[in-house]
């Protein structure tokens, strides 16, 4: 593992060479700062939202990788104080899946720091996350001496045909996508790094009915008291040093959790799937997204009669989807 570990470094080094710095005001943050790392592609419709409900969270300064995108994204990240922002044309495959990249970044600007890893359609809740900031969640990590917080991935969707309910440039994608699956997962230990391995929801249960292990994993680890020696290795879902995984009680007891609400199944996600379809830029030569552009075809309604509409992270908790642990 730890040759492994030296590879990834190694790679995000090289990597490195690929980002184009656009926007650096790295200089601004400070010690004890929560940072967020993120790369996008032509998502300028989700980001006023994104950004205001990390804002709101608590979190610091935004470092983000923009992979050439053609909608406005990259002029409209420039000029906000607390974003950096780096640009590259080359592949994001070859980078795996933007893991290298981001890895750099940590690497370069988050040592010391807790740092949460998403995707611009997820957004992140942990327990009292309602009524307690982030620093609050990570004061108490330091505390218990925990270094990695693991957030278990909820489809979202719509009640209804998926692109019935436009989409509008700064609203909240829970005023449209709010439906999701309280049951229909199964779980697993990887035996090579340790880590949990979750699937299920409406994306196997529509668009791999009959291929369930070919769905989207939903395990993730976000949240992690950065150290310039850690990696990821597999967009957010494992770790190396290995015990960075160890996010789960093996004997008893309970872990405290979090939940990442993805909100993927937007209108917007007709043409995202399409232009995916022909990029090829994700795993397995975009498998997923080829099931996504045959489904979407006949335009499903991914509610059933088992959906239930999001409440809060307490419903959650009940549901057994995260937990609050011994933090009270």
């Known amino acids: 593992m730890r040759v492994r570990r030296k590879r990834r470094l ?188 979750i699937q299920g929801g409406p994306r196997s249960r529509v668009f791999f009915p009959d291929r369930p292990k070919k769905a989207p994993a939903l395990n993730k680890i976000p949240l992690v008291k950065w150290d310039k020696r850690y990696v990821y290795v597999s967009s957010t879902h494992a770790l190396l040093p290995r015990g960075l995984n160890q996010v789960y009680e093996e004997w008893g007891g309970e872990k405290a959790s979090g939940a990442l609400l993805h909100t993927k199944f937007l209108d917007t996600f007709t043409q995202k799937a399409a232009e995916e379809l022909t990029r090829k830029q994700h795993y397995a030569n975009s498998v997923e997204y080829t099931a996504y552009a045959e489904t979407v075809k006949s335009q499903p309604d991914l509610w059933c009669k088992w959906s239930e509409k999001y409440i809060n992270w307490r419903q959650l908790e009940i549901l057994g989807l995260m937990s609050k642990g011994n933090w009270a």
């Open 10 to 197: 190694l790679r995000c080094l090289r990597k490195s060479r690929e980002l184009r710095s656009v926007q650096n005001n790295t200089a601004a943050i400070r010690p004890g700062d929560v940072l967020l790392v993120s790369t996008v592609r032509n998502e300028k419709i989700r980001l006023p939202y994104f950004l205001r409900y990390y804002r709101d969270m608590g979190i610091d300064h935004f470092l983000i990788v923009d992979n050439d995108s053609t909608d406005g994204t990259l002029a409209y990240l420039s000029g906000q104080s607390d974003v950096s922002v780096w640009h590259t044309t080359h592949s994001y495959k070859s980078a795996t899946f933007g893991v290298d990249w981001m890895n750099w970044l940590k690497r370069t600007y988050a040592h010391g720091h807790w740092v949460l890893v998403v995707d611009p359609d997820e957004f992140f809740i942990y327990p009292f996350c309602d009524t307690r900031p982030i620093q609050a969640l990570t004061d108490w990590l330091d505390n218990s001496s925990i270094r990695s917080f693991s957030a278990m991935l909820i489809d979202l969707y719509p009640k209804g045909k998926i692109d019935e309910t436009p989409y509008v440039e700064g609203q909240n994608p829970l005023d449209i996508a709010n439906w999701f699956d309280s049951g229909n997962y199964t779980i697993k230990k990887n035996p090579d790094y340790g880590n949990l391995w």
